[in-house]
């Protein structure tokens, strides 16, 4: 734990040192300003004493002191006022470095972390004022270490009065921490215990928010149901925390308790002390005052130690989050990456899938069974199947996010582990069924798969005109320009056969010698999916397709069709191949002859 808080202090220096030496200097600084007042506090008592009995007359000296005090207020407040602003400056300093820092991990983490609920829960609290949680043992430390100089003073002080005063004051230090260390780690558990039910709440708001899910929760009349369910869990988890809280907070009236009865003890030992040395009211009225900031000390001490040790745990969770592996043939080495044609280089003899078996991480099942294929340089392959015979899954393995748990994929002579990642995606492009709407231009939407070209507007009118985005286009306010979706001002929403388009530009827009395609066409008009489809052939002639697709009709136009059940691969080959076999291919083709008759 202190390892991972040593950490936090040398991630503070790197991003602002200046920090780090202000606040250690001035807080430290600020430690002695209540020694001070204290000091000018017993001076005025003695000066104003003497005034009134009559043994000095000089008011000027009272009137300095009372100024001074004045002065020290104002210090106090203007280094308060400055430190306020100056730690939320490093508090966004902080969110801003450690969001880039979590969005970096997140986006580098081998995929198949996302199939974890683990992971979410791990992202969930983390993403919840990392920044604040960072500089709070280090201020909580130099709090604690102001506090260490004022108890020296105050010790030192008390010592010339009575000894045992000291041990009445740091004695009440012991329960606190205790205490607070042991409920600092409850609140920990809770919090990390319940991330996933917390999880589960934002999910329903985000329901009720979202355009697209509040359609069915009205439809349905589900919002009773939902909104039961977060009741739930907010009330459970608000009941649940409260009731830590209360058990902790009837220790800490314990604990008050017991230091209001080591102050009352001290009040007794003080006036009998005063007697026997016979001093002054002054040194009456500094003795208590000390003795009480001495025990506001320690316990404050002690109730820091317990913050860092609670914040620690906060700290330990951000960087486990952050050491997790990163997919490794991700890893961008510039010196050793491909060059665009080098790594056009490994398609060049096509792909070669040989027994191929994946299973889901904490799936007990294969979703993939003994796959074996050759996909020629420049072929066309259609993937077909029934819903869940592992399609998609095929597709996610051969562009790289999931590893295969067994067999191998060669691409030329090359297996899929030793390729990078970055060198793999530079010649291969991919479109899935649930491809994502960016809330952009439609400019941008087709550029993002190239974004080398993405000013280069001739290219994405081309596109456009291929997939027919470019009809949609001239209904729009400002043509490629506009900005889709519901997310930024001045939107346009379109419809899913139009965002259909748009992904499958963004497939063609990147010049790749692989284009895969997963359902491109689903949302799409009978009419417009034909012409596309043709048109597609035609773009893809130099290059190798693989697409996925319900439709027969669409994938008869494809050199060969891989049929696929229950994770297996059934049938193999041509169109016409397949029709005299007649097997599942032509059953599948016979049922949905009909549409094209
Ligand atoms: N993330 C996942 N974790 C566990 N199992 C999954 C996951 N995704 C899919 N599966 C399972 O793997 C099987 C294959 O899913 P996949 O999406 O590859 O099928 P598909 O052939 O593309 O289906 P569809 O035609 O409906 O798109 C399904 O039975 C599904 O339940």
Same mark, same amino acid.
């Given at each position: 734990?202190?390892?991972?808080?040593?950490?936090?202090?040398?991630?503070?220096?790197k %991003?602002?040192?200046?920090?780090?030496?202000f606040?250690?200097?001035?807080?430290?600084?600020n430690?002695?300003i209540?020694l001070?007042?204290?000091w000018?506090?017993q001076?005025?008592?003695?000066?104003?004493?003497?005034?009134?009995?009559g043994?000095?007359?000089?008011?000027?000296?009272?009137?300095?002191?009372?100024?001074?005090?004045f002065?020290?207020?104002i210090?106090?407040?203007? /280094?308060?006022?400055?430190?306020?602003?100056?730690?939320t400056?490093?508090?966004?300093?902080?969110?801003?470095?450690?969001?880039?820092?979590i969005m970096?991990?997140?986006?580098s983490?081998?995929?198949?972390?996302?199939?974890?609920?683990s992971?979410?829960?791990?992202?969930?609290?983390?993403?919840?004022?990392?920044?604040?949680?960072?500089?709070?043992p280090?201020?909580?430390?130099?709090?604690?270490?102001?506090n %260490?100089i004022?108890?020296?003073?105050?010790?030192?002080?008390l010592?010339?009065i009575?000894?045992?005063?000291i041990?009445?004051?740091?004695?009440?230090?012991?329960?606190?921490?205790?205490?607070q260390?042991?409920?600092?780690?409850? =609140?920990?558990?809770?919090?990390k215990?319940?991330?996933?039910? /917390?999880?589960?709440?934002n999910?329903?708001?985000?329901?009720?928010?979202?355009?697209?899910?509040?359609?069915?929760?009205?439809l349905?009349?589900?919002?009773?149901?939902?909104?039961?369910?977060?009741?739930e869990i907010?009330?459970?988890?608000?009941k =649940?925390?409260i009731?830590?809280?209360?058990k902790?907070?009837r220790l800490?009236v314990?604990?008050d308790a017991f230091?209001?009865?080591?102050?009352?003890l001290?009040?007794v030992?003080?006036?009998?002390v005063?007697k026997?040395?016979?001093?002054s009211?002054?040194?009456?009225v500094? !003795?208590?005052?000390?003795?009480?900031?001495?025990q506001f000390?320690?316990?404050r001490?002690?109730?820091?130690?317990?913050?860092?040790?609670?914040s620690?745990l906060?700290?330990?969770?951000?960087?486990?989050?952050i050491?997790?592996?990163i997919d490794? $043939?991700?890893?961008?080495?510039?010196?050793?990456?491909?060059?665009?044609?080098?790594s056009?280089s490994?398609?060049?003899?096509?792909?070669?899938v040989?027994?191929l078996?994946? $299973?889901y991480?904490?799936s007990d !099942?294969?979703?993939?069974?003994?796959?074996?294929?050759?996909i020629?340089? $420049?072929e066309?392959?259609?993937?077909v199947?029934?819903?869940g015979?592992?399609?998609?899954?095929?597709?996610?393995i051969?562009?790289?996010?999931?590893q295969?748990t067994q067999g191998?994929i060669?691409?030329?002579?090359?297996?899929? *582990?030793?390729?990078?990642?970055?060198?793999?995606r530079?010649?291969?492009t991919?479109?899935f069924?649930?491809?994502?709407?960016?809330?952009?231009s439609?400019?941008? +939407?087709?550029?993002?798969s190239?974004?080398? +070209?993405?000013?280069n507007?001739?290219?994405i009118?081309?596109?456009?005109?291929?997939?027919?985005v470019d009809?949609?286009?001239?209904?729009?306010?400002?043509?490629?320009?506009?900005?889709?979706?519901?997310?930024?001002?001045n939107?346009?929403?379109?419809s899913?056969?139009?965002?259909? =388009?748009?992904a499958?530009?963004?497939?063609?827009?990147k010049?790749s010698?692989i284009?895969i395609?997963?359902?491109p066409?689903?949302?799409?008009?009978?009419?417009s999916?034909?012409?596309?489809?043709?048109q597609?052939?035609?773009?893809v002639?130099?290059?190798t397709?693989i697409?996925?697709?319900? *439709?027969?009709?669409?994938a *008869?136009?494809?050199?060969r069709?891989?049929?696929?059940?229950?994770?297996?691969?059934v049938?193999?080959?041509?169109?016409?191949?397949?029709?005299?076999?007649?097997?599942?291919?032509?059953?599948?083709?016979?049922?949905q002859?009909?549409?094209?008759?």
């Amino acid at each position: 734990m202190i390892l991972y808080l040593f950490r936090s202090f040398k991630m503070i220096y790197k %991003i602002k040192k200046s920090w780090l030496f202000f606040t250690i200097f001035f807080r430290i600084a600020n430690g002695f300003i209540p020694l001070i007042e204290l000091w000018i506090l017993q001076i005025l008592i003695n000066k104003v004493t003497m005034y009134i009995t009559g043994n000095n007359d000089n008011l000027i000296i009272i009137v300095k002191l009372i100024v001074f005090q004045f002065f020290i207020i104002i210090v106090k407040s203007s /280094l308060s006022n400055y430190f306020n602003v100056f730690d939320t400056k490093m508090e966004q300093m902080l969110d801003y470095y450690l969001g880039e820092i979590i969005m970096n991990k997140l986006i580098s983490v081998p995929y198949y972390y996302y199939e974890i609920p683990s992971f979410y829960n791990h992202q969930y609290r983390i993403l919840n004022n990392y920044g604040s949680r960072f500089l709070r043992p280090v201020k909580n430390l130099v709090e604690a270490v102001q506090n %260490i100089i004022s108890i020296v003073s105050y010790i030192s002080f008390l010592y010339f009065i009575h000894w045992s005063l000291i041990f009445l004051g740091v004695v009440v230090a012991i329960p606190t921490l205790v205490i607070q260390y042991k409920y600092g780690n409850k =609140k920990f558990a809770f919090h990390k215990d319940q991330s996933g039910k /917390l999880r589960e709440a934002n999910y329903i708001i985000g329901l009720f928010g979202s355009k697209q899910s509040t359609k069915e929760i009205r439809l349905f009349k589900l919002r009773d149901k939902l909104l039961q369910r977060w009741k739930e869990i907010v009330l459970t988890n608000n009941k =649940k925390y409260i009731r830590i809280l209360n058990k902790q907070n009837r220790l800490s009236v314990g604990i008050d308790a017991f230091s209001g009865l080591l102050y009352a003890l001290a009040l007794v030992l003080i006036v009998y002390v005063i007697k026997i040395k016979k001093l002054s009211v002054g040194n009456f009225v500094t !003795t208590i005052q000390s003795l009480k900031e001495l025990q506001f000390s320690v316990n404050r001490i002690s109730f820091l130690v317990a913050l860092i040790l609670e914040s620690s745990l906060y700290i330990k969770d951000f960087f486990e989050f952050i050491d997790y592996e990163i997919d490794n $043939k991700g890893t961008i080495n510039e010196k050793i990456q491909l060059s665009l044609d080098n790594s056009r280089s490994i398609f060049s003899k096509g792909i070669s899938v040989e027994n191929l078996y994946y $299973k889901y991480p904490l799936s007990d !099942t294969y979703t993939l069974n003994n796959i074996s294929f050759v996909i020629k340089p $420049k072929e066309k392959v259609a993937i077909v199947g029934d819903n869940g015979s592992g399609k998609s899954t095929l597709i996610k393995i051969l562009v790289g996010l999931y590893q295969p748990t067994q067999g191998k994929i060669f691409f030329s002579e090359k297996e899929i *582990r030793e390729i990078k990642d970055d060198d793999l995606r530079k010649n291969m492009t991919a479109i899935f069924q649930d491809f994502v709407k960016f809330a952009y231009s439609v400019k941008e +939407n087709i550029a993002f798969s190239d974004l080398d +070209n993405i000013t280069n507007e001739e290219k994405i009118k081309n596109v456009g005109l291929i997939s027919g985005v470019d009809k949609l286009v001239e209904k729009l306010p400002k043509g490629y320009d506009t900005n889709l979706g519901k997310i930024l001002p001045n939107s346009i929403d379109i419809s899913g056969g139009e965002w259909q =388009k748009i992904a499958l530009s963004r497939a063609l827009f990147k010049n790749s010698n692989i284009i895969i395609l997963d359902e491109p066409t689903a949302s799409l008009d009978p009419k417009s999916e034909l012409s596309i489809f043709n048109q597609f052939m035609e773009i893809v002639k130099e290059k190798t397709a693989i697409f996925i697709s319900h *439709r027969m009709a669409s994938a *008869r136009m494809a050199d060969r069709i891989i049929v696929m059940k229950q994770g297996e691969i059934v049938e193999e080959g041509s169109h016409e191949y397949l029709m005299k076999k007649k097997g599942e291919y032509y059953n599948m083709y016979e049922s949905q002859a009909s549409w094209y008759q």
